[in-house]
């Protein structure tokens, strides 16, 4: 396949140098990481084992990439008023575009601006930062989840994921967008949050008994609002709390990414992943209080709320 | 009056300085401001105008203050194993023990010590940090306001407010010292534990409108369960929340106790001003969701939770 990475930070990163290691031909629209990309390509640590790739396309303008058969867009939620217009150079009739971004709404943006059939949306429980520019630290993942903006499981989602495999990205087509959506968002909502503001990694808060009290009544008010929306089959609560939990736990001292964007100064992606699900809970009249309150907490520390 | 201050921060030194000027034999049990107040006095900055005091009697032990008439308790309440055996001293059969303290549960350390119609609690709306040692700065105050440990208005009570009124302390004897304690706390749970959290000061929080709204739910549910205490009238709730965040706005940009105390390494009152709260709240089945996340932030931050 033509691929085009859209957004190429950690996660842009580690998928589009999997996916070129398997054959496929990637391109990269860079900001931070041009020069050392350009330079002296692209290296990848791993527990799987580290490698690197000497030849990497990569471009500061997506015009210059040009068609692909799949877009990849990786994009921090926070710069979605670009969304649209970065993308659309690398649209074409026959061009499927799936985004790997954090919360809700993105899928939105997309469709309205190139037709719902077009866009796929994803999950991806990948432990992954970016070390020195031309390098990404791959620390563990768990399976990518792919869907069908306009629902149902389709020939193409089952042809990605079985691509994405052979990549070695461990993926599964999923029936349901929207349910995806919401079990990533179980986790997304306390750790993101949590470790952003009280700039403490997920092993540090779950040592807490009442930072982990806390993190459990916020997966429960999550997936109280996730079951009044309209998904195909609802969370399995306890359950699904309980394996995030656990997940969690074997993550050690994990940095999640909205805890590193405000280390590093950037924006937080406080839209997608609180603002957009507070209005779909409060829609289904199934308030989120602990889950506002973070948002608050969040918005008032904000630099620019400053 | 002969008059003892067991711990002697901003609030203790504050008002032992404006009680000695008026005429009374003021003692002052010392920790580190013991050098610098035997060697120069005690000097206070006011709006209401500064004043220094030459001659102050500083201890640092309380057997060496002895009996008195007045045992004004001003001691941090994380330091409330200390409580009894620092105030024992001070007291003979005629002592009247009144403890300015943050939060639930000073009285009744006091109370089991030394028996209930010896105590008296009382809550201060005062704005006044620590300077250099020796100095406090005093900025705003509203009134003190005190009541007897077993109810009821007394002599006792007061006569103590007609003699702080003189010394300038705006003084009312209230009839019920549960529901001052539950008054105070309506301010305290929010303003404390976020501004400790956040690192901004009061008019940071109220200046953005997600974080006000979570200020205004948290006062509405420590209203809610101090309201199924019993109370001799409730709490108006509506009003007294509008009057809460006028008054906070007119403080400025202020650092409550709890974020000075964070910002120069101490412990947090964490147990007096949300732990005992919660506990007596989830006595009367009316649980406090926010101020219960905010606890939570708060113990996980703390450096001995990390």
């Known amino acids: 396949m033509r691929i085009g990475v859209i957004g190429s930070g950690a996660l842009g990163l580690y998928y589009g140098a999997l996916l070129q290691r398997d054959g496929h031909d990637v391109h990269f629209l860079l900001r931070r990481d041009y020069q050392a990309i350009r330079q002296t390509g692209l290296t ?14 990569g471009y500061q303008n997506s015009a210059q990439i040009g068609p692909v058969d799949l877009a990849l867009v990786g994009l921090k939620a926070y710069a979605n008023s670009h969304l649209v217009d970065l993308t659309r150079p690398l649209v074409a009739p ?11 709404g993105n899928e939105d943006l997309l469709a309205a601006a190139f037709g719902s059939e077009k866009i796929l949306g994803g999950t991806a429980f990948l432990c992954c930062n970016r070390g020195q520019p031309g390098t990404v630290h791959h620390l563990d993942q768990g399976a990518m989840r792919i869907a069908e903006c306009v629902g149902g499981l389709s020939a193409r989602a089952e042809q990605l994921a079985e691509s994405f495999r052979r990549a070695g990205i461990p993926c599964e087509a999923c029936v349901d967008l929207n349910k995806i959506r919401w079990e990533k968002l179980v986790w997304n909502i306390p750790f993101n949050g949590l470790c952003a503001l009280t700039g403490l990694a997920t092993d540090r808060l779950l040592a807490c008994p009442e930072a982990r009290k806390m ?4 997966m429960q008010e999550v997936v109280a609002a996730a079951n009044r929306q ?35 100064g950037s ?28 948002h608050a907490l969040l918005a008032a520390t904000e630099p620019q709320a400053l």
């Open 94 to 104: 026959g061009t499927s575009i799936l985004t790997l971004q954090n919360g809700l």
């Open 215 to 218: 993190i459990t009544e916020m």
């Open 230 to 264: 309209p998904l195909t089959t609802p969370i399995a609560g306890d359950a699904f709390i309980a394996r995030m939990l656990h997940l969690t736990s074997g993550m050690g001292p994990y940095r999640p990414s909205m805890m590193v964007d405000r280390l590093q």
């Open 267 to 294: 924006p937080l992606e406080l839209e997608a992943i609180y603002g957009v699900p507070l209005q779909r809970a409060a829609a289904v009249a199934t308030p989120m209080p602990r889950v506002a309150m973070l």
């Open 44 to 57: 990848v640590t791993s527990p799987r084992g580290d490698f690197h790739l000497a030849g990497v396309n």
